[in-house]
T-cell receptor
Framework: DAKTTQPPSMDCAEGRAANLPCNHS???????VYWYRQIHSQGPQYIIH???NNETNEMASLIITEDRKSSTLILPHATLRDTAVYYC??????????FGKGTKLSVKP | NAGVTQTPKFQVLKTGQSMTLQCAQD?????MYWYRQDPGMGLRLIYY???????DKGEVPNGYNVSRLNKREFSLRLESAAPSQTSVYFC??????????????FGPGTRLTVT
């Protein structure tokens, strides 16, 4: 599975959009980009995933570049409850997710 | 739906003791997983079960055994606990682990301390 690179930490003002980048330059054609988050020490929470096209759901939007080498997770109106560690994961085959250290997002009032 | 449930929530063991962590899902998922998370680290896969009746090793299987009891339940056993197994253990399930388009859903975790 392809490796991902994320900044270790980011800050965002409450009510503003949070844009979390992820680099996955070695991604191959059949690999999906997944985003999870982990609030404090709770179980990871699924956010969104995509293959080629941009995706949007009730939680977030996922923008994948045309060459698929990077992506951005967008939380449109961040709240204090969005403070968490966000993991970008590239997933191809048999189930398991390979977690890196993620980006610690701090939403500040 | 309760989703993925895990018991117990907390456990303290002495070195050499054994215990079984229980996991159940009510989403009719075929695939189930056990991960561990050490402080400041991402999750690492211990074992997984692609479907009922099958189990396979993940990244860090040493010191653990698993049982896929039925489609709903997947247990993790520590036969002789060691301090290095102090960690938070997460169970997860997925509709079809063989297809990368299906997301995994995680339980709340079991916090295990081995003294």
């Amino acid at each position: 599975d392809a490796k991902t690179t994320q900044p270790p930490s980011m800050d965002c003002a409450e009510g503003r959009a949070a844009n979390l980048p992820c680099n996955h330059s070695t991604i191959s054609g059949n690999e999906y980009v997944y985003w999870y988050r982990q609030i404090h020490s709770q179980g990871p929470q699924y956010i969104i995933h995509g293959l080629k096209n941009n995706e949007t759901n009730e939680m977030a939007s996922l923008i994948i570049t045309e060459d698929r080498k990077s992506s951005t997770l967008i939380l449109p109106h961040a709240t204090l409850r969005d403070t968490a560690v966000y993991y970008c994961i590239v997933k191809r085959s048999q189930g398991n997710l390979i977690f890196g250290k993620g980006t610690k997002l701090s939403v500040k009032p | 739906n309760a989703g993925v449930t895990q018991t117990p929530k907390f456990q303290v063991l002495k070195t050499g003791q054994s215990m079984t962590l229980q996991c159940a899902q009510d989403m009719n998922h075929n695939s189930m997983y056990w991960y561990r998370q050490d402080p400041g680290m991402g999750l690492r896969l211990i074992y997984y079960s692609a479907s009922e009746g099958t189990t396979d090793k993940g990244e860090v299987p040493n010191g653990y055994n698993v049982s896929r009891l039925n489609k709903r339940e997947f247990s993790l056993r520590l036969e002789s606990a060691a301090p290095s197994q102090t960690s938070v253990y997460f169970c997860a399930s997925s509709e079809d682990g063989a297809r990368p388009s299906y997301e995994q859903y995680f339980g709340p975790g079991t916090r295990l301390t081995v003294t």
